[in-house]
Structure formats: structure tokens, C-alpha cells
């Protein structure tokens, strides 16, 4: 597919990072630079973070092409949802927005503890170490970039060498912000994937991406987890059994007809356990779970062409109650 070339994700991002520093502080996070110049923004590993914290760090992630709240008033018996939406969503979700760059380092790279995390937000766009760039076709040519990593722990140096190597970055133009699941702002940029886990599923069922046009969607904000394992399920569930989206399209209205009935979460063998209960009996190998139930819960989609509307799937909001409610 041709995507716009002339916007630029990672400049697009910058008033959102802009606010994370400046407004760093109010937000409970840190904001420091290494002895190179290299920007990190702690967003809950040494300081508590916020869920605003969450909703800039996931507008960062969009490549500033997404807009991402919370929506006030319970509902579903729920008082906290995300509502996310973006006019440019295969280039906010896919090229900028979905954790698709592995970044690893050894023991003896490190010095010490292994290293692992799944890059994700606009720096992709300058490395394109992905096929999916040129099934996309494109490739962002900024001075600055921005990697979001879910850790709770800063990079090695020889990550951050790395980042900068294939960006084509110096030092000063780049920025890492560390949001670990286990807290307020890394659950809630997690959550706020659920149009992006929408778009990667229809990508991985052949769906024309040139023909997605508008995407929207929610989920149930979850408190976090203090453990780990627990807090990665928390905020996968809440897209699983959680998550709405609505996706506006062209192309055959049959395609789009057969993208809704396939999209859900439901048609997974799997589905119906909490995923952190799936992800523990698979040995916490996340190939041996379904891809399947990588989806939203419940999808609309809209044929443009035709006016047409279809819809599939539904919530399961006692599994996540009895999962997040004591």
C-alpha cells in the first residue's frame, strides 16, 4: 500500500513527548539524559507514574495520528474506560504504535542480567528493521526519534547503541520512554493498543490494508498488577474480553462482511480463560497460545461503498470482573 509520505511520525509525536518532559512533574515521572545526550523518561519503574501519564506515552506510541482518553462514567459495571481513534490507523497502529522491534542484549553484552523488550511507537519508522514497512511502503526521515519499551529496567548501553545505529539518530534526537506493565502508566498505554491489536489481526488475515480507512475503539481500564505476569494479563484481557472496535472501509463489501465475522476474539480455541492463566499452562510460551485470540472482544465494521454495517462478537465483562473484583 502507498502511505502518505509526507507525515512524519515521529514529528507528529513531539507535542505529546513534548508535555511528558515538560510537564514531568504533575505526571509523577522523571525525565533524565544519559552522558551522550540520549533522553529516558521513567514513567514507573523509580517513580509512581499516572494514567496521564499513560494516555501521552500511548499518543507518543501513535505517532501523534491517535487520540487517546479516558471516558468518564462507569458502564458494563466498569467505572474506568479508554477510548481510542485515529483517521490515519494502519499508519498510527501498524507503522508507529504496534511493539514490533526485538531488542535483546546477553548477559555478557550487558554485564549482567539479560536484556529483552519489544520496541514499539515512531523510532520503527526509521530503522524499518520490519518487513511489514515495505508491505506498508513506508519510511520516516526524521532527526528525532521515539521507542516506548515495557520494561522495568532502563536498557543497556549497547541497546541504546543500537537505537541509535539503525535510526540514524545522534544522541540528543532520541528519546526511550519506560513504562513497565506493573503500573499506572504502563497499563494503561497497553490498553490502549486495542485498536492496534484490531488492525494487526486484519493484517494477519490478509484484509486489504489500503482499504481501512477510519478505526475506534475502547476497553475497561484495569489497576495494575504489582506482579508481573498478572499485570500482562490484566491489561490483555481487557482488549480480549473488553475491547470494541469499529473499523470504516472500502474494497468488496464481501471482504469487509468476512473481516467482522472473523475478527473477534471468540473464534480463538482458546478463548474463555483469563490470559494470564493461558500464558502460565503454555509454559509462558507465547507461541504455543492461539494467535487467534489476539483480537478485540467485539467489532463493527463499516463498508463505505455501501453504507453497510456489520457486527460481530461480544463483551465478557463477568470474566473480567471476577478477574480484576474482589
Known amino acids: 500500500m502507498n502511505t502518505p509520505s509526507l507525515l512524519s511520525v515521529n514529528a507528529l509525536a513531539g507535542p505529546a513527548l513534548a508535555r511528558l518532559r515538560d510537564e514531568a512533574a504533575r505526571l509523577r515521572i522523571a525525565v533524565s539524559t544519559d552522558t551522550r545526550g540520549v533522553t529516558l523518561i521513567d514513567a514507573g519503574i523509580i517513580v509512581p507514574g499516572s494514567i496521564e501519564a499513560g494516555l501521552l506515552t500511548a499518543e507518543v506510541c501513535m505517532g501523534g495520528l491517535g487520540e487517546v482518553r479516558l471516558v468518564p462514567g462507569a458502564r458494563e459495571g466498569w467505572p474506568s474506560w479508554l477510548h481510542v481513534r485515529s483517521s490515519q490507523p494502519v499508519l498510527a497502529c501498524l507503522a508507529s504504535q ?95 493498543r486495542v485498536l492496534e491489536v484490531a488492525l494487526h489481526k486484519a493484517h494477519a488475515l490478509g484484509f486489504a490494508l489500503e482499504h481501512i480507512v477510519e478505526g475506534s475503539a475502547s476497553a475497561p481500564l484495569p489497576s495494575p498488577s504489582a506482579d508481573g505476569i498478572e499485570a500482562m494479563g490484566r491489561t490483555n484481557d481487557a482488549i480480549l474480553y473488553g475491547g470494541q472496535v469499529h473499523l470504516s ?56 461503498d455501501s453504507g453497510q454495517t456489520w457486527h460481530a462478537g461480544r463483551l465478557n465483562m463477568e470474566l473480567l470482573r471476577g478477574a480484576w473484583m474482589k
Open 249 to 304: 472501509v472500502r474494497g468488496e463489501a464481501a471482504a469487509a462482511q468476512a473481516l467482522a465475522m472473523q475478527l473477534p476474539s471468540l473464534n480463538s480455541r482458546d478463548y474463555g480463560r483469563s490470559f494470564a492463566d493461558l500464558f502460565k499452562a503454555a509454559g509462558y510460551d507465547f507461541y504455543k497460545l492461539d494467535a487467534a485470540l489476539f483480537a478485540p472482544a467485539e467489532v463493527w465494521v463499516s463498508h463505505l
Open 98 to 192: 504496534y511493539a514490533g522491534w526485538s531488542l535483546a542484549a546477553s548477559k555478557e553484552e550487558t554485564g549482567g542480567k539479560k536484556f529483552f523488550a519489544l520496541g514499539s511507537g515512531p523510532a520503527r519508522a526509521l530503522a524499518c528493521k520490519e518487513d511489514l514497512y515495505q508491505e506498508l511502503g513506508y519510511r520516516d526521515q526524521s532527526a528525532h526519534g521515539m521507542i516506548v519499551l515495557e520494561v522495568d529496567r532502563p536498557p543497556p548501553e549497547i541497546v541504546i547503541d543500537k537505537l541509535l545505529r539503525d535510526c540514524g539518530l545522534a544522541p540528543v534526537g532520541l528519546t526511550i520512554v519506560l513504562t513497565p506493565t506493573a503500573s499506572l502508566a504502563g497499563t494503561t498505554q497497553v490498553v490502549a
